[in-house]
């Protein structure tokens, strides 16, 4: 099982954090795409903590955050 947790604009619509049931060989890829997230709308990408990339395999009971950019003034 992964835990995802969403942040800012990414929880529009959505739960702030969201299992999804892990399968071999998964990435960033797998999680963003069933939940309508563009792959440019994602500013910073956490698995367990740690910046990944998108394309990163994932293990089972990881733990995953997704940042919109942040805007400001």
Do not use: W
Not at 2 to 10: G, Q, S
Not at 20 to 46: C, H, N, R, S, W
Not at 55 to 66: I, P, T
């Amino acid at each position: 099982m992964l835990e995802v947790r969403l942040f800012a604009t990414f929880r529009e619509g959505r739960e702030k954090i969201i299992m999804m049931e892990y399968q071999p060989g998964m990435t960033g890829y797998d999680i963003i795409t069933p939940l309508g997230i563009p792959e440019e709308e994602v500013a910073i990408f956490l698995i367990n903590g740690r910046h990944s990339k998108l394309h990163a395999e994932l293990e089972d009971g990881s733990v995953l955050a997704l940042f919109p950019p942040v805007g400001g003034g």
